[in-house]
């Protein structure tokens, strides 16, 4: 359960720093 939280919470990071650059450019 630890392992998958992380992975989903680094999942989410990606997509919030993709949409930043995104909003960004």
Not at 8 to 18: D, E, N, S, W, Y
């Amino acid at each position: 359960l630890v392992s998958v939280n992380i992975f989903g919470g680094f999942l989410v990071t990606q997509r919030m720093l993709a949409m930043y650059k995104k909003k960004d450019k």
